[in-house]
């Protein structure tokens, strides 16, 4: 099966760096992504990777290294609304999508 | 909003219960999902239509039964649930490009408890 790892929780300081790591074995690649989701809402589209290198996109950048099954989702200048769960999915050979378990961060004034 | 629309947001039903759960997107696209989502553990995919067929069973139970009808509209039969299928269930949809990133957008789930 996949195997996707990423943190439980994380806990940072507002107006701080935050970085969450995901390693993944995965029967083929075809994409990375990360989902943002508050509690009781719907998981939002966060970033797509599927070369290696860092992709930027305002406060969240997101890194891969196929080579190592390695992404990290990094969030800078943290607010209070980015206290959520950060998800790390993988499509693998087939297309399909599998998900990590998710990593809660909570920022604190 | 996402443009993923689910309903009910949260439905309470007996273990002899017949209930349907409900997704309609209005994005334009031609695949859609079924995921569940239990405390503390990882997305786990259902079901996958593309272009109203079904082309993923991931080894679910056959007290839930999909429907699509259409490109826009997906429905979760369920009948004579048991209490560990109590979670989120999450519908998503995404394009079919053979080459693009098809990225897939979900709607703010139907919360089921069984009791």
């Known amino acids: 099966g996949q195997n996707i790892d990423q943190p439980t929780e994380m806990t940072a300081t507002e107006g701080a760096i935050v970085q969450i790591n995901c390693t993944y074995q995965t029967s083929g690649f075809n994409g990375l992504f990360w989902y943002q989701q508050h509690a009781g809402e719907a998981p939002t589209f966060l970033s797509y990777?599927?070369?290696?290198g860092l992709e930027e996109k305002g406060r969240f950048s997101s890194f891969l290294s196929r080579s190592k099954g390695y992404s990290y989702l990094l969030l800078k200048e943290l607010q209070m609304k980015d206290s959520a769960s950060y998800l790390c999915a993988v499509r693998d050979s087939e297309y399909k999508l599998s998900f990590g378990a998710g990593t809660t961060v909570t920022v604190r004034a | 909003e996402t443009g993923v629309t689910q309903t009910p947001r949260h439905l309470v039903m007996g273990m002899t219960n017949k209930k349907s759960l409900k997704c309609e997107q209005h994005l334009g696209h031609n695949a859609m999902y079924w995921y569940k989502q239990s405390a503390k553990k990882p997305l786990e995919l259902m079901f996958v239509y593309n272009f109203k067929e079904q082309t993923e069973n991931n080894s679910v139970p056959s007290r839930f039964s999909p429907e699509c009808p259409n490109s826009s509209h997906l429905f979760l039969h369920l009948h004579t649930l048991q209490p560990e299928d109590s979670a989120l269930y999450l519908c998503a949809s995404s394009p079919s490009d053979g080459n693009g990133a098809n990225i897939q957008y979900f709607g703010a789930g139907t919360r089921l408890s069984v009791l």
């Open positions: 990777n599927v070369l290696d």
